[in-house]
């Protein structure tokens, strides 16, 4: 084990209020993410860790959750306690019937 565990949380466990991060690549985001997801790739957060909300459950979002793990661990380390990881991802999300929409006009798809 490198570290501390991740805190994580199921599809279905997701709250209707809670703020979803997506962290994916643009490309992924456009052909398929939840409704009212936040976009923030990865490499985007340091820069941008000041739109991430202290205040309310977070829940970041990647593929398949290694990405999103990384991020809740940067977030933890950086003060805050209100993050979990998606177990599984956006494919777990989809695999749970969760909805999926796109950005480009296709049937959404987890890429």
């Known amino acids: 084990m490198f570290g ?9 466990q997701v709250e209707p209020d809670a703020y979803l991060l997506d ?5 992924e985001w456009t052909a398929g993410h939840a409704p009212g997801a936040h976009h923030m790739p990865m490499m985007e957060v340091p820069a ?4 991430i909300p202290t205040d ?3 829940v970041v979002v990647c593929r398949v959750g290694g990405r999103s793990s990384q991020v809740v661990s940067y977030l933890l380390g950086n003060g805050w306690e209100n993050v979990r990881n998606l ?4 494919q777990s999300w989809a695999g ?3 909805e ?9 798809r987890v890429l």
Not at 4 to 12: D, G, H, I, K, N
Not at 23 to 27: G, Y
Not at 48 to 51: H, K, L, N, S, V
Not at 87 to 90: F, I
Request: net charge negative; charged share 25%.
């Open 48 to 51: 941008r860790i000041a739109e």
């Open 100 to 108: 999926v929409i796109s950005e480009d006009g296709q049937p959404a």
């Open 23 to 27: 962290v994916r690549e643009t490309d």
């Open 56 to 58: 309310t459950d977070v």
């Open 87 to 90: 177990d599984g991802g956006m």
């Open 4 to 12: 501390p565990q991740v805190p994580q949380v199921t599809a279905s």
């Open 96 to 98: 749970a019937g969760r």
